[in-house]
């Protein structure tokens, strides 16, 4: 595993007061603003979606690419889960973050808005959720889920749990007062398991995933199948906090647009990746994704 390669969890308490004594200084003029400076490494966080040595042999080929296009380190880190990974985008503990729809629309909120998504995948912007079912369990479409019990993904998962909670709502139908039993996942893996294993009737997670696991031979399709597709909505993104200097987020971005599969390298990206290119995105094809949070009153 690189040496580049952290974990990062919650903030103790102890590093809070830091930080506080941190912003006196900046108020007094005693220390500079870290994101002022231009720095020599780029701290940069994915989706808790996977063990680290998975986790480093996707994203090294991207660390190596950007570490020479950018001209600086790339110290790479694994939040402890989606929460973590918007409270060390906004508190500044990482400069470049993988989030998910959702939890850009959180670090938006809890940053006031500082919170700037740069690149998605080609594919991001049509990220769809898949409700499954065994295929005798009598399930045919959302409203026969009504007395059944599901499984949601992780509470914090643009597609496998806001978007598929809006999708029951835009049905009549309210989780916790129509279903059964309402469940939550650690990840798509395991809410497909929990289906298999007759845990619950139904799950959801996002149709990647799906045809992932179907790829791979690990989802039998003659006991299991989809019931229900959702519409497309904006998903998985790199952020970054506004307070970045605007010629490093250009920077940035650039590096990412460039990557086209026109080296072996870049190929080589791409398809760990498992995108055709990379396409600037913006705070406002998450709108939909904030209405819906809010709606449901999930942001906090």
Same mark, same amino acid.
């Given at each position: 595993?690189?040496?580049?390669?952290?974990?990062?969890?919650?903030?103790?308490?102890?590093?809070?007061?830091?930080?506080?004594?941190?912003?006196?200084?900046?108020?007094?003029?005693?220390?500079?603003?870290?994101?002022?400076?231009?720095?020599?490494?780029?701290?940069?966080?994915?989706?808790?979606?996977?063990?680290?040595?998975?986790?480093?042999?996707? #994203?090294?080929?991207?660390?190596? #690419?950007?570490?020479?296009?950018?001209?600086?380190?790339?110290?790479?880190?694994?939040?402890?889960?989606?929460?973590?990974?918007?409270?060390?985008?906004?508190?500044?503990?990482?400069?470049?973050?993988?989030?998910?729809?959702? +939890?850009?629309?959180?670090?938006?909120?809890?940053?006031?808005?500082?919170?700037?998504?740069?690149?998605?995948?080609?594919?991001?912007?049509?990220?769809?959720?898949?409700?499954?079912?065994?295929?005798?369990?009598?399930?045919?479409?959302?409203?026969?889920?009504?007395?059944?019990?599901?499984?949601?993904?992780?509470?914090?998962?643009?597609?496998?749990?806001?978007?598929?909670?809006?999708?029951?709502?835009?049905?009549?139908?309210?989780?916790?007062?129509?279903?059964?039993?309402?469940?939550?996942?650690?990840?798509?893996?395991?809410?497909?398991?929990?289906?298999?294993?007759?845990?619950?009737?139904?799950?959801?997670?996002?149709?990647?995933? %799906?045809?992932?696991?179907?790829? /791979?031979?690990?989802?039998?399709?003659? +006991?299991?199948?989809?019931? #229900? +597709?959702?519409?497309?909505?904006?998903?998985?993104? %790199?952020?970054?906090?506004?307070?970045?200097?605007? /010629?490093?987020?250009?920077?940035?971005?650039?590096?990412?647009?460039?990557?086209?599969?026109?080296?072996?390298?870049?190929?080589?990206?791409?398809?760990?990746?498992?995108?055709?290119?990379?396409?600037?995105?913006?705070?406002?094809? #998450?709108?939909?994704?904030? /209405?819906? /949070?809010?709606?449901?009153?999930?942001?906090?």
């Amino acid at each position: 595993m690189p040496d580049s390669w952290r974990h990062v969890g919650r903030l103790p308490r102890t590093l809070l007061a830091a930080a506080l004594i941190g912003v006196t200084l900046i108020a007094t003029g005693l220390l500079k603003p870290a994101r002022a400076q231009t720095p020599t490494v780029l701290r940069v966080s994915v989706l808790p979606v996977g063990s680290p040595v998975e986790l480093s042999r996707r #994203y090294a080929p991207l660390g190596r #690419y950007l570490e020479q296009a950018l001209d600086r380190k790339i110290e790479w880190t694994q939040s402890a889960d989606y929460e973590a990974s918007v409270e060390a985008l906004v508190n500044g503990t990482i400069d470049l973050a993988m989030l998910g729809g959702f +939890t850009l629309v959180q670090a938006q909120m809890r940053s006031g808005g500082k919170i700037i998504p740069l690149v998605q995948r080609d594919k991001d912007a049509n990220y769809r959720s898949m409700f499954i079912t065994p295929v005798d369990s009598g399930i045919r479409r959302l409203e026969d889920l009504k007395g059944r019990s599901l499984s949601f993904g992780p509470r914090s998962s643009t597609s496998g749990h806001l978007m598929p909670r809006a999708f029951l709502l835009a049905a009549k139908i309210d989780p916790e007062k129509d279903l059964r039993q309402v469940a939550y996942a650690s990840g798509h893996d395991a809410t497909v398991a929990a289906v298999v294993a007759g845990k619950v009737d139904a799950g959801v997670l996002h149709v990647y995933a %799906w045809e992932k696991l179907v790829a /791979a031979g690990r989802v039998d399709t003659s +006991t299991l199948r989809v019931f #229900y +597709t959702s519409p497309p909505f904006s998903d998985t993104n %790199w952020s970054v906090h506004a307070d970045m200097p605007a /010629a490093t987020r250009k920077a940035i971005t650039a590096a990412f647009l460039r990557i086209d599969g026109s080296t072996p390298e870049e190929q080589e990206i791409l398809a760990l990746q498992e995108a055709t290119k990379f396409v600037p995105t913006r705070v406002e094809n #998450y709108q939909r994704i904030r /209405a819906v /949070a809010e709606s449901a009153g999930l942001l906090k």
